[in-house]
């Protein structure tokens, strides 16, 4: 079984064929969803007795995942949860809460592995950022970035549309509460310019993948198998889906 396999059945059961119409869809599909990735590289990243620092975690280290969440923060020997909105207060699985933007983090701790989910498109200055990063981070450490990439549809239009009018779509879609909606900036969105921030800080890229995103259409039967329908035609052309999330792995240099 390999680790999206193990990350799936620890969210949804030993038995993906008896599952609710969604995931059993997905399943038979062969999809993985991107939160499904980097929740399985960061299953992997977190070692017995390292210490992990979540930023931007909010209520949730995987908000769709609490047993893996509870799981990493039982194996890792320390779990900070950096965030400068109120929801961190609701975050039970975080071993310190620390409110506050991650640049004005101060701590004498560097960390094994410092992971942004969904985080970094809303950083405004992404080299204050990185330097803070570069601070944290032990060397040899790893910094995991999930985020979107700013050139899939859905960033486009949400970069078009004022962001009174953001957490609408967000709702009829995927229901997500008016709390976990906020501003963004897409300053790191890219894969190049990911790399570029992070070579100019010390760390190199060690792993990158886009993830394909058919989530857009995923609250209903017939348009999951639609939207899943044309993903696996493209990649029968070994083409990338339209809709897609970036997932970087970043090394600090030395020992």
Not at 40 to 45: I, K, P, Q, T
Not at 112 to 123: F, G, N, Y
Not at 156 to 179: A, E, G, M, N, Y
Not at 181 to 189: G, I
Request: a positive charge; one cysteine or more; aromatic letters at 10%.
């Amino acid at each position: 079984m390999n680790d999206l396999e193990q990350v799936f059945r620890l969210k949804y059961g030993d038995d993906p064929l008896a599952l609710d119409w969604g995931p059993r869809i997905r399943w038979r599909f062969g999809y993985f969803s991107p939160d499904e990735h980097y929740e399985a590289v960061v299953n992997r990243l977190v070692t017995p007795g390292c210490a992990w620092l979540d930023v931007g975690c909010g209520r949730n280290i995987f908000p769709s995942n609490r047993p893996l969440a509870k799981l990493l923060a039982q194996r890792c020997a320390l779990l900070v949860g950096v965030d400068p909105d109120e929801t961190i207060n609701d975050n039970d699985l975080v071993h310190e809460r620390v409110r506050q933007n991650i640049e004005d983090y101060h701590t004498s701790r560097t960390f094994d592995l410092v992971t942004l989910r969904m985080a970094a498109e809303h950083v405004a200055d992404p080299g204050r950022m990185l330097t803070t990063l570069a601070r944290l981070t032990r060397r040899g450490g790893k910094v995991v970035i999930y985020t979107v990439n700013r050139w899939s549809p859905v960033p486009i239009l949400t970069w078009l549309v004022p962001f009174q009018l953001h957490h609408l779509p967000k709702r009829v879609l995927w229901r997500t509460d008016p709390r976990d909606t906020f501003p963004v900036a897409y300053r790191m969105n890219t894969r190049k310019t990911l790399r570029r921030l992070f070579e100019e800080h010390g760390f190199s890229e060690s792993e990158f993948r886009y993830l394909d995103d058919c989530r857009t259409l995923m609250r209903f039967r017939a348009t999951l198998i639609l939207e899943l329908s044309l993903w696996r035609c493209l990649r029968t052309f070994r083409l990338t889906y339209p809709e897609n999330c970036l997932l970087g792995v970043y090394e600090r240099a030395g020992s």
